[in-house]
């Protein structure tokens, strides 16, 4: 029968029973997400209304202008997240310290770290944007999580997932078994299974990337969308077509929908030095629902999910999609 209509709290649960093991506090863990991306759809669909569109007067631990909705979507998460015994500590995009939770809360054996609102400088003309997840276990025996104990690859993640504000709001997830899209119903509030078993194609004519940076690449990206441009007058012999929504959950969802190769490559911009998105919650879960979709992330050095963090707001340049055009430019980057 096809899962096809079902709900994502159904789906998850029927996920959790597969596992004899299951505590249910992953399953709760997702359900409290979920909760909180809703909250966020509606704010964010609501902002111009209620007055919450437009820039804080804050700057966030990256020296980025915040929107108010940065730091507003920030506080969804976190109220949503810290006080149902789920996870151990939290790390977010708009914080420079990790965030405990409060010592009359009981803690979970889970960590998570995101991004609350990707893509935020789209919030003002109407574009999509997104809430970006990675979730990891606390390591055994730790009670009070410190940096350190989120210093683990991507490979250690136990469940990813993002959720996009579009036309309409969607949730992608993976938890090592294959990539599932949602799409929330607003008229009952859940968000149904419409997306199953999501898979990007090997083969891709649909690159992304930031042109104006173009001067500021390595040779070997130079090299990539030079081929790509020249189209059917180059070595590669064939035309290609170019997206940038600057909005990484809307470009990830297009390659996860119908391919495509999707770059924020090294650089020697002084303000995005060694690449532009952050490790912990953008590039790694990115790279788990890739990979697990059939694509391949990498640095054009290494892959992404391989890369021992050092800090939580690490940035690393950023090489996903179709797998056949993702390993071509890993190769240029080895010739
Ligand atoms: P943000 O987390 O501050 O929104 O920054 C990340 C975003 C990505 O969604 C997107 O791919 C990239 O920044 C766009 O960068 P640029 O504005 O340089 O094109
Ligand atoms: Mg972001």
Redesign the pocket.
């Known amino acids: 029968m096809s899962d096809i209509g079902k709900s994502i709290t159904q789906f998850i649960i029927e996920q959790q029973r597969v596992h004899k093991k299951s505590t249910g506090e992953m399953s709760g863990l997702l359900n409290d997400i979920v909760s909180a991306c809703k909250k966020i759809s509606h704010l964010v669909n609501r902002s111009g209304i209620i007055g919450i569109g437009g820039a804080a007067e804050s700057e ?1 631990v ?1 020296g ?1 202008v915040q929107k108010k909705l ?1 730091i507003i979507t920030n506080d969804v998460m976190v109220d949503h997240l810290n006080w149902t015994g789920h996870l151990a500590a939290m790390a977010s ?1 708009e914080i420079e310290e990790i965030i405990q939770i409060p010592a009359n809360m009981p803690k979970g054996q889970y960590l998570i770290a995101f ?1 609350p ?6 919030i003002d003309i109407n574009l999509s ?2 809430t ?1 997840f990675s979730i990891l276990r606390c390591p055994e025996g730790v009670k009070d999580p410190t940096v350190e104990d989120f210093m683990q690859k991507g490979t250690e993640q136990v469940c990813a997932g993002f959720c996009v504000y579009g036309p309409t709001t969607m949730m992608i997830l993976t938890t090592g078994k294959g990539v599932n899209g949602f799409t929330l119903d607003r008229d009952v509030g859940e968000f149904i299974l419409t997306h199953p078993n999501m898979t990007i194609p090997e083969d891709t004519a649909e690159f992304a990337i ?1 042109m ?2 173009q001067r500021f690449w390595e040779a070997p990206v130079q090299r990539y969308i030079d081929e790509c441009m020249q189209g059917v007058d180059g070595s590669r012999e064939k035309n290609f077509n170019m997206r ?8 990830v969802y297009r390659v996860l929908t119908r391919g495509g190769i ?1 770059l ?1 490559p090294l650089d020697t911009k002084p303000t ?1 030095k060694g690449g ?3 490790l912990l919650y ?1 590039a790694n879960p990115m790279s788990f629902i890739v990979e697990q979709a059939g694509g391949v992330s990498s640095t054009g050095y290494q892959r992404i999910m391989d890369i021992k963090p050092e800090s939580v707001h690490q940035r690393v340049p950023v090489i996903l999609g179709s797998k056949n055009e993702v390993e071509r430019v890993m190769g240029y980057h080895t010739e």
């Open positions: 966030n990256q980025e940065d995009e991004d609102l990707d893509g935020s400088s789209n944007v997104g970006i930031n104006s940076n940038w929504v600057a909005s990484m959950v809307a470009e999707f924020y995005t532009k998105l952050r953008e």
